[in-house]
């Protein structure tokens, strides 16, 4: 049995489109043929075709109810209304992310964190890879530093647990320091700072104001402001110095694209019990 992910009504509206496109006569007739399924070369992301001696080669089907629409040799389905409601909601089915879906649900949940935005910070830093190492003492699954995890009071962020725990509440920790930041634009000022540090994003607030920008906006602003922080004459005078300030905004463009990614695929958090 196949599931749609497009629901019965996106199910008749893509039958509908089939039929449109193939200018066919299409004739309905309930499921009483017996049939099976397999990936059709000539209907990329279709199922099967079916092995009966009467079907013709390369055409498919999709069995997901009482009745099927043929077009020429083709079917596709009209989902029975039964089969639906039996299955569980979607927004009950998570996908697996990583090997620690319920370890990062169980640490973002404690410190208030969506945790497919930590499963996409953790791709960020290590690709999942709980032995990561960096150059700069980084460690573990979201590459914590000691600096960062003695300010949030953890001995120990060598483990998986350990780890993700303290990188969450330092991540937490960056929230609070940035706090006058308000509604949708705090997230990516905040993964900023956990790249870079919140010393540099501060010096980028500071180039803002001397530059007639927004200090607590992100687009059209910070993100500007970050690379100014790789020039001489610009990072100089400030606090903190030199920072990769570009590569500190693709960073945060590709979690926040991942992070986006991860709350289609699976609308519910992972039961972390």
């Known amino acids: 049995m196949i599931e749609s992910p497009f629901g019965l009504s996106g199910a008749l509206r893509w039958?509908?489109?089939?039929?449109?496109?193939?200018?066919?006569?299409?004739?309905?007739?309930?499921?009483?043929?017996?049939?099976?399924?397999a990936a059709a070369p000539s209907a990329p992301g279709s199922v099967d075709p079916q092995p009966d001696a009467l079907q013709r080669p390369g055409t498919w089907s999709l069995r997901a109810g009482g009745w099927y629409i043929r077009v020429d040799g083709a079917e596709v389905p009209v989902p029975a209304l039964s089969d639906l409601t039996a299955a569980p909601p979607r927004a009950r089915l998570a996908i697996t992310i990583s090997p620690f879906d319920r370890l990062i649900a169980h640490h973002a949940e404690a410190e208030g964190f969506d945790w497919r935005l930590i499963a996409a910070l953790i791709f960020e830093e290590s690709g999942f890879n709980p032995f990561s190492r960096s150059d700069k003492g980084a460690v573990g699954l979201m590459q914590v530093r000691p600096i960062a995890a003695e300010s949030v009071g953890a001995d120990h962020f060598e483990t998986p647990a350990d780890n993700v725990q303290a990188g969450v509440r330092y991540l937490r920790q960056l929230d609070e320091m940035f706090h006058t930041v308000t509604g949708r634009e705090r997230l990516p000022i905040v993964l900023a700072a956990y790249n870079i540090g919140p010393g540099h994003v501060r010096d980028a607030q500071m180039l803002a104001r001397r530059f007639g920008y927004d200090p607590n906006r992100w687009?059209?602003?910070?993100?500007?402001?970050?690379?100014?922080?790789?020039?001489?004459?610009?990072?100089?005078?400030?606090?903190?110095?030199?920072?990769?300030?570009?590569?500190?905004?693709?960073?945060?463009?590709?979690?926040?694209?991942?992070?986006?990614?991860?709350?289609?695929?699976?609308?519910?958090?992972?039961?972390?019990?």
């Open 219 to 273: 687009e059209s602003a910070l993100e500007l402001m970050l690379p100014l922080l790789e020039q001489p004459s610009l990072y100089a005078p400030l606090s903190n110095g030199y920072a990769k300030g570009s590569e500190t905004v693709a960073y945060v463009r590709r979690i926040l694209d991942r992070y986006e990614r991860y709350r289609v695929q699976t609308a519910m958090p992972v039961d972390v019990d």
């Open 15 to 37: 039958g509908a489109a089939v039929v449109g496109m193939a200018a066919l006569a299409v004739v309905l007739q309930p499921q009483h043929a017996k049939r099976s399924l």
